[in-house]
């Protein structure tokens, strides 16, 4: 058993239903209980879809389980075939069917529809929903692709994108336009928009873009080894990436390398003075691993950012993840333990977090702005307009979202300097978002107690990367105030430099000397 | 100003042959309960025994809206669980004295069954047991079931409060106990209403807190402000408590019904009644009056959902001016909700359980201006043209009693106005 608050991936069988829904012509049988009909509403009110998912749960209760479950399973099979006329069904269990160990793959063949049906064997102890999903897809091409005589012209298909996907329904227009742009047409996109007989036909396609590799990449593997389609790995996600990728691209099609950045703005809001503040600002990355992967890459080579620490929620990615944190000398962080996440967001207290909703929420609680750049998603991440992540729009999609939540250039000067304004205080929030400004709280002497003693707890991994120091260091009442002077948005920063110096040094009381002291030894 | 409400002209629905189907339900489980339940005991925790599909449920149903520190959480069970490698029994202390210590603020926690729990048939009766032991006096430890092949949305919050009937303290006193969780805010008014007929000593089930001075006895008068604590109500007789049938405290007149059968028990003159009651009834009728302007005349359906769909078809109907074309609720109790059907004139189908497709297509040829149904189903209707409320809301929204009337009313007339107001098709 293990104890969890939030999760950051559902049950695999949500996985397959992100499948299902994405595709059009196809069936879901879920041998399920009532209760977890819950995730219909994920597609149709956080995607605000306006048909149910193509989902039919047999609902199954207590007094059936005695009885006839199985049979229960092929009335709904039959009725949902009778009704939506699907091209292909697939069958399988949520968590509390596959313990009552009905079969339903075997059960739906005997049954002898007339489409194919496709079992599904998702073990939900063991698996999420990234899982599920990349099963589920991988299940579908097996049983429906064949090998198809290519294109004359050169073709791609699109593969990855799902219901409930991050940003996927932009992306897909991005990156048909950059493969257009190169004279590449799109054969399928899949599983979204295609139909079963659209799988069917994807050996039609010179090659597959593997957009997300957290939903397709056993599909991309198995259709290089039976159909022989190449599949790109570079995922396009910022200007470094979406260049690397329309090289690879350019490769795999035997095309010239064509890229259209007449509309990147990036690269120059980047460099514009303005955006001189976002220098070496520290973030935290935490997402599925191919968002993270790519956001690491743009925080640091393209707005200039000091990543200090990155990690996925999908153990399935550990390993690229891993590499990416040894390459940017940070520990990487591997876990879908929200609390987990939480700490080490405090720990090292980031001047901005990178991550999911569920961080977005860590750092509303820890005072510390956060962008999304990752599922799990939340009707906020389905905007009305455009909004890819891919791409050249996407990039600049990028720098906007990302620099949002921060107190812009010349602001963040300004609040320094009036710092002591009763107004103008730091604690107001940026200017550009909406709310009532706080009334700054004065200092009364005898106030709170500093927080100290405040102990060091590096998470192992972190060990050989970070000085070990285990010292409590204690804040005398004159530093603790002569830090609260600092603006919120560098304090972190300014109170964790403060302890590491201390600490480094043996010091065990932190005076205003010390603070700065440690201010000039990491001025930069 | 002491009239009784009128009877259904042409007869109320109490004997009206109930459609009863059997396919896909389309509903939450009973763990979605504790959605709500955990805001209203505040030193409370719920701890579900369940899969990663139980907590992305929680998750999933709650929204973002509580991040704040959740007082609840899922033990997941593993695959050691399921092989036997783990003792269930040896988890489940494991997991609680990990939580417990984390939140010493916790003076009740509740061991929640779901559908994996009850198939591998954990017993959390035995595990709370014991547990009591090694926790009491400062934790008591319960359980109860939420799961979704033995509970249906609301009465997860009905086994929950059953769950605490045995152990409540015996007593002797006359007491008026309401049970059901309502917001606080609307508790407050119910309580001062009494009050100021003279009723009292007055209990709430559940109490925000565990060291509370509730107690049952035969002496016991109880009351439901929800519909769907028909286990409670069975529970709290069991202890010799008496319950009084009344129509659910909806509207204006459904809150003056529940009143009056109260101050009857209690022999409140009908002097006294009215002067408690004279001012927030005006208060209540106007506002419904104009909070249901864009109801009148228009015609609901009601998905299965939260058990709460006759009273509320009661009140639509009779304080509202709407015709009700179909009133699905997934039990139907007449020993509960007996005294709303009596006042819903005939008329309306009613249905109990539910086979989703077939209840669409009905839906779909009967075109309501309003339907009522969950979340799953609400944009999909709306796609089709159809006006929704989700009934979810209902369950969160301070819906209950004189001053909330108005409110009860407007959450049914926002989308018939909003569908009406929204000028956003191309022109024909
Ligand atoms: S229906 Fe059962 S398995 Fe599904 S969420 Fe509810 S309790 Fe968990
Ligand atoms: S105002 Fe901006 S940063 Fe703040 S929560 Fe909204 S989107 Fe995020």
Known sequence: ?524 | MTELPRLAETGGCRNTPILKQRGQHQVFCGLTGIIWLHRKMQDAFFLVVGSRTCAHLLQSAAGVMIFAEPRFGTAILEETDLAGLADAQEELDRVVAELLSRRPDIRQLFLVGSCPSEVIKIDLQRAAERLSETHAPHVRILNFSGSGIETTFTQGEDACLASMVPVLPQTEARELLLVGALPDVVEEQAVSLLEQMGIGPIRVLPAPRADSDLAVGKNTVFVLTQPFLGDTHAALERRGARHLPAPFPFGEEGTTAWLRVIAEEFGVDAETFDRVTAAPRARARKAVSQASEALRGKSVFFFPDSQLEIPLARFLTRECGMEAIEVGAPFIHKGVVGPDLDLLAEGPTLAEGQDVDLQLDRCRAARPDLTVCGLGLANPLEAEGLATKWAIELVFTPVHFYEQAGDLAGLFSRPVRRADLLKVEAAE
């Open chain 1, 1 to 524: 058993m293990k104890l969890t608050v939030w999760t950051y991936e559902g049950p695999p069988h949500v996985g397959a239903m992100r499948v299902a829904t994405g595709m059009t012509g196809l069936h879901y049988v879920l041998h399920a209980p009532q209760g977890d009909t819950y995730a219909d509403l994920l597609f149709t009110m956080i995607e605000r879809r306006d048909h149910r998912p193509p989902v039919t749960f047999t609902t199954f209760q207590a007094r059936d389980l005695g009885a006839d479950t199985a049979h229960l399973f092929k009335d709904a099979c039959q009725r949902a075939y009778d009704r939506f006329q699907p091209e292909a069904i697939i069958v399988g269990a949520s968590c509390t069917a596959e313990l009552i160990q009905d079969d339903p793959g075997g059960m739906a063949e005997t049954m002898g529809l007339p489409v194919p049906t496709i079992p599904l064997e998702l073990p939900s102890y063991q698996r999420k929903e990234n899982f599920g999903a990349d099963e589920t897809f991988f299940q579908i091409v097996r049983t429906l692709a064949r090998p198809a005589e290519r294109t004359a012209q050169i073709t791609a298909n699109l593969i990855g994108p799902t219901g409930l996907g991050f940003r996927h329904r932009d992306d897909i227009a991005e990156v048909t336009a950059l493969l257009s742009d190169m004279g590449i047409s799109v054969n399928a996109v899949a599983p979204m928009t295609s139909s079963p007989s659209d799988i069917a036909r994807l050996g039609a396609a010179h090659f597959n873009v593997l957009m997300y590799p957290e939903t397709a990449e056993t599909a991309a593997r198995w259709m290089e080894r039976e159909l022989g389609l190449p599949y790109s790995k570079v995922v396009p996600i910022g200007v470094g990436a979406t260049r690397d990728f329309v090289a690879e691209v350019a490769d795999l099609a035997g095309v010239a390398p064509y890229l259209d950045d007449s509309r990147l703005r990036l690269p120059w809001y980047s460099k514009s003075v303005d955006s001189t503040y976002l220098t070496g600002k520290r973030v935290f990355l935490f997402g599925d691993g191919t968002h993270v992967k790519a956001a690491a890459r743009i925080a640091r080579d393209e707005m200039g950012f000091e990543v200090v620490g990155l990690g996925c929620y999908n153990r399935e990615m550990a390993r690229d993840i891993r590499a990416v944190a040894k390459g940017f000398g940070v520990a990487p962080l591997i876990t879908d333990d929200y609390l987990e996440v939480e700490r080490t967001i405090e720990e090292l207290s980031p001047e901005m977090i990178l991550g999911t909703q569920m961080e977005r929420h860590i750092g509303k609680r820890l005072g510390i702005p956060c962008a999304v750049i990752s599922a799990p998603v939340h009707v906020q991440d389905f905007p009305a307009r455009y909004s890819p992540q891919m791409g050249i729009e996407g990039a600049n999609v990028i720098f906007d979202t990302w620099v949002h939540p921060l107190v812009m250039g010349l602001e963040e000067h300004l609040l320094t300097m009036f710092r002591e304004d009763f107004e103008f205080h730091d604690a107001a929030g940026p200017s550009h978002h909406g709310g009532k400004a706080a009334p700054r709280v004065e200092d009364v002497d005898g106030g709170p107690a500093p927080q100290t003693p405040r102990e060091y707890l590096e998470p192992e991994e972190a060990a050989d990367l970070v000085p070990a120091s285990t010292v409590s260091v204690i804040w005398l009442p004159a530093a603790e105030k002569e830090l609260k002077k600092i603006p919120f948005f560098v304090r972190g920063k300014a109170r964790r430099n403060t302890e590491t110096f201390a600490a480094e040094r043996g010091v065990s009381e932190i005076s205003v000397d010390t603070l700065y002291e440690a201010k000039a030894h990491y001025a930069r």
